[in-house]
């Protein structure tokens, strides 16, 4: 006997997520079914709408540059009205933990790199460290963690021009780890304030950094200020050290990432969205041209979930949503077409930052975000395609990748919430 | 268009989940097995690290991703070394679950643990004798069984407590579970076995230990509720499942109780029974760990027909509309999804359940682990490690509605119990209670 | 003190490193100039193999019995660069009967140890050969790394007084009255403590006599000092798997061919490789077919290949010569032999020799012979001690392996670092507090970067040589930026980054060649976090145009919208608002409110 409901959404990404919630608010029974976790555990936690297009930016109104993208891309098919759709999800998802909602304006945030990029929607942790203010920061990394030097990002942010001046110290953590400890174990001692000579973690560190303190209106650490606890941590280190503390985003692991991700899912609950979580969607059985189930492979046993529509949000090349061999690239679970050149030498160019055919590889919507075949048609009547799995954009290079997720889960969960609940 | 014109329409075979590999055993008769090329499939996401909860109480273990893919890799042949963090993994498997890549974590780990264990631990060491002791759990809880009361005042015992301590390094913080005056197996002969005969439903049950020795009302909550649906229930003799073998590397144990759990069970297949587990660890070793750790005739076929009860009952009952007419007295319920469940993807099948149910609150108290793995909060060394990876259950069990835990992990329920002094109940009993 | 005769070496691979080493340790006044880095040419790009013989005792006998002899010696003098694997050639049920017992016969002549195994015993050895083979001969094949190599002979060399000059080009052989008695460098840009020129300074530097050991670029050396010298380079694919399939060096057991050895190196197996002439040894096609050939013909041998994921391919040219008249067809025919051309006694130019040929097992046998003739043409007598005086990190290295688990490094890493730095070790690892790894593929510590740096410079490109960092299946995504950061304080921001965009553009070179399966997703998530989260494509630091930072988000500082952009409405009051839709037919496609 099958599980059913009215809305199956296959992935457990931003895209995954928001269509459900999108879903969800047409008063449809939406099921999310994810396998593992998903790519926002690599990203940053910042919402990038649009930084660049058309040889143009960094677009200070993301609205502006969506003319100018390429033939293809999705934001196209949605349309302004579902860029904004998708962030008004999103604002309402993760509420206050997120900044940037008071303006079409991006902010130029500054990643642990030291580059500033453009971005719509950036974590309450972030907001005092945007490059787009002014005020002058002093930025702290630490010994041990290889990833973030803050005396080269504070240099970076000088060389980019920023209007206030940075600068950075690389300082001892009040306790002492193994060099290979992780940042969870950073965040955690922050999060308990554990014990270290002569105090406690958080009056230690906020000591060390006020002696490295000169003057500087801000103060930022690379974003490991605790976890369950983070507010608290901020706010004592902030108090302490008498100036604003920030948090700058980091590549994986990233902690800022998994937030997010505990946000969404929270919502996701919050909206009486069903959740089957850690098994792959692997195959299907279709009729008349309609997805009628969905077969999970629950550790090697097909189990069925059958819905009326199903909107498919497995992600891009990170996220498995495709899978490649020597010869071709594929959709694996309804096996999409997904246009690739022949000879694979094509998929990438030469320059490690040219303009990847890799990078916009995915299926190919119809005008309701319908996957379709070679021949233009939809390869099924209620199958639609939401993130990382649809084609046309390099999200990586226009700096859009989570507003792409946003904008096609919110119209493709309202297109399968509003078809099911007709 | 139809289902026939769909391209690279996959077919379901066991790996079509991930891009696996057939690991071969190095070395004839022994357990070592070559996993470096598991390391394929990692592309150094971190999302495993992040989910250790481990790592984030103890910078001695390096986390997963460095116990598994990367150790495997930078592997020779000749190489007899593994780290000795491996022994601070508490093998909850949540990298498994966060891996988006198909990288073999636990069973990187569990082979790495056993190597390490059969090559680098000194078998006299008091570490080896402990961890030996708390892996059978099963032996010593039959001995116990034989004289519950006794045994109960023993254990309890507040000097036995602190003997165990400093000789064997198993806390006295704890207490240990009591064994229960009547086994399940006892209750089973007693009533005469199955009350229900079917042709057509059948299934074979696999209690464990804990729900035989220690909390028998868990098993004769199974077997009611299946026998309510018209399944004919067997119990056929059986050895633990292995996951505290698994965990303290432990691997010749774990495969000497396979081998007569595979053969008690994987004959029933074929007369149509299916195999269901009350304790989620016992159906991931059964479904996971054993076909990946062990080469014995059957054990494929007995993972694939392995399942966790609730989860049995919603695939082939309509089990949502049976609670929606039901109902029961006004409770109200703190679950915590035990980390081997959510693996199997069955974390929040108890939540969505009862919530239809009249009469019932129940709040998932978040995702994070319980800390007692097993036996890991078992350790007298572990203990703190432990009760801090569980302060965050502890504390959101606080703040729920719920004044009573649910969970189907007997061993998180030990730690439910512990941290919060909450009683705790398995689902089969509330559904026992709302259907039978 | 009577000065001592100079020679002048040309080239910086092993060949050349190993005769400045031979000559500084014979007492004579060394300089060597290499255009790139060292190993910039073929010694860099090779798959590794030290030679048992095994692969000539049917076609080229003197050859193997070379190889055989220098693959003693270099296991007791680099016993650092040197993994002694063992090697097999293995029989298919295909492949001829007599040419296995013609290999088994050859191997015994040459004095190769050879021992016939069966199908089982084999699978025994290499669990994951294919089931079906018939049968193989066990050899003393091995691995070197030939980096580690080259490295510690021009770290000798400078120990008994050589100068060695890399990014320093040979623009001219300087000719006078017939003779050669020096070249004109142009020194180019590039750092590093063998880096003491200007770039674009152009340096004269004459000495006694000359020595060519460019290998395939034998020839425009010979062009600029006017004599021909028939190198006919020939390139070679080398495919890299991710993981080590095999720990032997694993040869099919038949004529030659393409494709026919797999060689665990390191943290990798190499597949190797093609035979093809090419006109130019720095610009030649670089091929898919080739890397197909590869995994296809390979995975005969082990299976698991076929599905395997490979990290990324490289190509090397192989310095082959024939004498003059010879003309062979196919390159694959061409003598392995090496040559030594004296140009006073072939050209009636005195004062230089070429070195062209050989294979990087007999390199020191060949610098040892070119040195011998260099001697008697300086008349000089000195004898040659490079087969026993052990390389730096090589000396004591047996007792090294004893404690290489220490250093307060997990036990893999710990045991990685040592082998990498050999004797060093203790003194490496130590000089770091706190030492965390850098990058966690190749298990490198940030005190392994550092000391490399000291022989780097800025090029990190050389510290992955040195160190191997970059170079496991995530090829730098995760690790490029950190090695950067490892340059500072020494060096400034705008280097670090142009350090790290070379590094970044290096490893994407040969990364395209693994583009598929596993590897392209590694490299989606490598530009996403390179391009996305980092936005090095776009840095603001390097484009020409100033931002306008006032033009962006500044907090909600200034209420109201301070970037002048027309509002569309902004909705973090979590209302349902709608903006027309002003430009719907430019945006085309589903509307959103149907």
Known sequence: MAIT???????????????????????????????????????????????????????????????????????????????????????????????????????????????????????????????????????????????????????????????????????????????????????????????????????????????ELDGESRVGFPAMLGDDHDEEVRAELSDRLGVPVFEVPTGPPSLLGLKLEDMLFDALDEAGVRISAGNPAVDF????????????????????????????????????????????????????????????????????????????????????????????????????????????????????????????????????????TR | MSDAESPGNPTLTPDAQTDDF?????????????????????????????????????????????????????????????????MSCSNCMRCDDACPSGVPLSQMHNTARGEYVDEEMDKLSREYIRNRILANYGTLAQLGSMFPRLANAVMGNSVVQRINEKVLGITAERDFPEFATQTFREWWNERGGPQVRSEEKRVAYFHGCYSNYNTPEVGKAMVRLFESFGYEVVVPKQRCSGTPMFANGMLDDAKRAAGINVEN???????????????????????????????????????????????????????????????????????????????????????????????????????????????????????????????????????????????????????????????????????????? | MKKSPSVLVIGGGSTGTGIARDLAMRGLDVTLVEKGNLTHGTTGRMHGLLHSGGRYAV?????????????????????????????????????????????????????????????????????????????????????????????????????????????????????????????????????????????????????????????????QIGDLAGVDVEVRPSKGVMTIMNTRQVDTVVNRCRPKGDADIIVPHETTCILGTTDEEVEDPEDYPEEGWEVDLMIETLSELVPMLAEARTIRSFWGVRPLYEPPGTGTEDPTDITREFFLLDHDDRDDLPGMTSIVGGKLTTYRM????????????????????????????????????????????????????????????????????PNPVVCECEAVTRAEIQDSLDTAGTELNSVRIQTRASMGNCQGAICCHRMANELAPEYDEETIRASLDDLYQERWKGERHAMWGTQLSQTALKHMLHAATMNRDEDPAAADADIDFAAFDDGGASEGDASGVASGGAVADGGRERTDRADDDALGGADGDN
């Open chain 1, 5 to 211: 409901d009215d809305v199956l959404v296959i992935g457990g990404g931003i895209a995954a997520c928001t269509a459900a919630l999108s879903a969800a608010e047409t008063g449809a029974r939406v099921r999310l079914l994810a396998h593992k976790k998903s790519t926002l555990r690599q990203a940053s936690g910042l919402v990038d709408v649009l930084g660049y297009a058309g040889g143009d930016g960094p677009l200070s109104d993301p609205y502006a540059g969506l003319d100018a993208l390429p033939e293809g891309h999705p934001y196209h098919v949605v349309g302004e009205d579902g860029v904004r759709a998708g962030l008004r999800i999103f604002d309402e998802a993760v509420g206050d933990a997120y900044r940037g909602g008071h303006t079409d304006s991006n902010a130029l945030v500054m990643t642990h790199g030291g580059a500033v990029k453009p971005t719509a929607r950036y974590p309450e942790s972030v907001a005092p460290g945007l490059a787009s203010t002014s005020g002058d920061m002093l930025l702290v990394g630490f010994a041990g963690l290889t990833d973030f030097d803050a005396p080269v990002a504070a240099d970076h942010l000088t060389a980019a021009g920023v209007p206030f001046s940075p600068r950075g110290v690389t300082v001892e953590f009040p306790k002492r780890f193994r060099a290979d400890a992780k940042v969870t174990r950073f965040a955690k001692a922050l999060d308990r304030d554990e014990d270290v000579d002569g105090g406690t973690v958080r009056s230690a560190l906020a000591d060390t950094v006020a002696e």
């Open chain 1, 285 to 420: 059985e279709a009729e008349d041209g309609r997805v009628e189930t969905v077969v999970v492979d629950q550790k090697s046993r097909p189990t069925p979930y059958s819905a009326d529509q199903v909107v498919l949000a497995t992600g891009g090349l990170v996220g498995k949503g495709l899978d490649s061999d020597r010869e071709s690239v594929t959709e694996p679970v309804f096996g999409c077409h997904v246009p690739h050149p022949e000879d694979r030498y094509d998929w990438s160019e030469p320059e490690a930052f040219g303009d990847h055919a890799f990078a916009r590889f995915g299926v190919v919507p119809d005008d309701e975000l319908r996957p379709t075949g070679e021949d233009g048609e939809p390869h099924f009547e209620n199958l639609r395609a939401a993130g990382g799995v649809v084609g046309g954009a390099d999200v990586a290079r226009e700096k859009s990748a989570s507003g792409v997720s946003l904008a096609t889960g919110a119209v493709a969960g309202r297109l399968a919430g509003e078809e099911a």
């Open chain 2, 22 to 86: 057939e690991a071969v055993e190095v070395f004839p008769d022994s357990t070592d097995m070559d996993l470096r090329p598991g390391a394929d499939n990692c592309y150094k996401c971190t999302a495993c690290d992040v989910s250790c909860p481990v790592a984030e109480v103890d910078d001695e273990f390096p986390g997963p991703k460095f116990q598994g893919p990367e150790q495997w890799r930078l592997k020779r042949k000749e190489d007899e070394a593994v780290d000795d963090s491996i």
């Open chain 2, 265 to 436: 069970f994987a004959g029933l297949i074929p007369e149509g029974y299916d195999i269901i587990a009350s304790c989620t660890s016992c159906s991931m070793s059964l479904r996971q760990e054993y076909p990946e750790l062990f080469d014995i005739d059957g054990i494929e076929d007995l993972s694939a027909h392995t399942y966790e009860a609730l989860e049995y009952l919603r695939i082939h009952e309509d089990l949502e509309s049976e609670v929606r007419e039901a109902s029961v007295e006004d409770q109200s319920f703190a679950y915590h999804a035990p980390c081997h469940g959510r693996n199997q993807g069955l974390d929040r099948q108890a939540v969505e359940l009862f919530r239809q149910l009249d009469g019932v609150d129940i709040e998932d108290v978040g995702d994070s682990c319980s800390g007692i793995s097993g036996t890991y909060g078992w350790k007298e060394e572990k203990y703190d490690k432990s009760m801090q990876i569980g302060a965050d259950m502890f504390d959101h069990m606080e703040h729920a509605q719920g004044d009573v835990g649910m969970t189907e992990c007997p061993t998180c329920s030990m730690q439910m119990e512990h941290g919060t002094g909450y009683d705790i109940k398995h689902p089969l009993q509330l559904l026992e209670e709302a259907l039978v």
């Open chain 3, 59 to 219: 076609s080229d006998q003197p050859s193997a019995k070379e190889c055989i002899e220098e693959n003693r010696v270099l296991r007791r003098i680099a016993g650092h660069c040197v993994e002694m694997t063992g090697g097999l050639f293995v029989q298919r049920p295909e492949d001829s009967d007599e040419y296995f017992e013609k290999k088994l016969e050859g191997c015994r002549e040459c004095g190769i140890p050879a021992e016939v195994l069966s199908a089982e015993e084999a699978r025994e050895i290499e669990p994951y050969l294919a089931k079906d083979i018939k049968r193989a001969i066990k050899v003393p094949d091995g691995a070197v790394d030939p980096f580690r190599l080259c490295v510690a002979n021009a770290a000798s060399a400078v120990e008994h007084g050589a100068r060695i000059e890399t990014h320093s080009e040979v623009t001219d052989v300087l000719v006078e009255d017939g003779e050669v008695v020096g070249v004109e460098v142009t020194h180019q840009t590039g750092t590093g403590p063998y880096v003491h020129g200007e770039p674009g300074e152009v340096e004269e530097i004459r000495a006694d006599y000359v020595v060519n050991a460019t290998g395939a670029w034998a020839g």
């Open chain 3, 366 to 433: 060949m610098a040892e012979q070119i040195s011998d003739h260099v001697c008697e043409k300086l008349d000089v007598e000195a004898e040659c001690r490079t087969a026993d005086v052990p390389l730096p990190g090589s000396e004591d290295f047996t007792v090294l392996r004893d404690y290489m688990d220490d250093f307060g490094l997990r036990s893999p890493i710990g045991r990685r670092s040592a082998q990498r730095l050999g004797s060093r070790a203790d003194e490496v690892l130590n000089s770091v507090d």
